[in-house]
């Protein structure tokens, strides 16, 4: 069973090319920079179609993008790659490739309007990016909880760039190629 994290506003901080002056971040927690995306080797690209898959990893979670459709949020699952032992919590920080535009989160419950992936109308950039934050904070695991179910806000094509971190310890990298 995939689990939706819930809680409060944005906890951690963003790197410096990753930080969103409309959410405050914490500075409690400090989150590692991002690497070039030309260093990570870790790659997959979103399902184009109704009958196709992908699946990435991302340190200890199997990520799992849906179809992407601009001006939507994606849906993208994290499955525990371990079910039977906790793990967490993490914080998962990204950005655009080709620019470094930050990506934004929604793994919360309430992030989202009611019916936003029903809506005929893509939303704007602005609208899609108020609905995450530049750096989200998954709890820790209980033991049989399958992962967390949520959204990645990709404001346009192309490769972006996912880092999971515990604390200051880097999980994991993945660049995920968007398209349509």
Not at 44 to 52: A, K, L
Not at 63 to 69: C, I, K, S, T
Not at 92 to 103: A, F, N, Q, V, Y
Not at 126 to 149: I, K, M
Request: net charge neutral.
């Amino acid at each position: 069973m995939l689990a939706s994290c819930s809680g409060g506003g944005p906890v951690g901080s963003a790197s410096a090319r990753a930080s969103s002056s409309a959410q405050a971040p914490s500075s409690s927690l400090i989150t590692p920079s991002l690497p070039p995306c030309d260093a990570v080797q870790n790659r997959i690209v979103t399902p184009v179609g109704d009958n196709t898959t992908a699946q990435g990893v991302l340190g200890p979670l199997y990520v799992r993008p849906y179809q992407f459709a601009l001006g939507r949020p994606t849906k993208v699952g994290l499955v525990l790659a371990n079910m039977a032992s906790p793990v967490g919590p993490f914080t998962m920080s990204g950005e655009r490739c080709s620019d470094h535009h930050p990506l934004y989160f929604a793994y919360r419950d309430g992030d989202l309007p009611p019916a936003t992936t029903a809506q005929p109308q893509p939303v704007s950039v602005a609208q899609l990016e108020s609905w995450g934050r530049t750096v989200e904070t998954l709890p820790a695991s209980v033991s049989g909880q399958g992962g967390y179910t949520g959204y990645m806000l990709f404001t346009s094509p192309g490769a972006w760039l996912v880092q999971l971190a515990s604390g200051t310890q880097v999980l994991g990298q993945l660049v995920i190629d968007v398209r349509t």
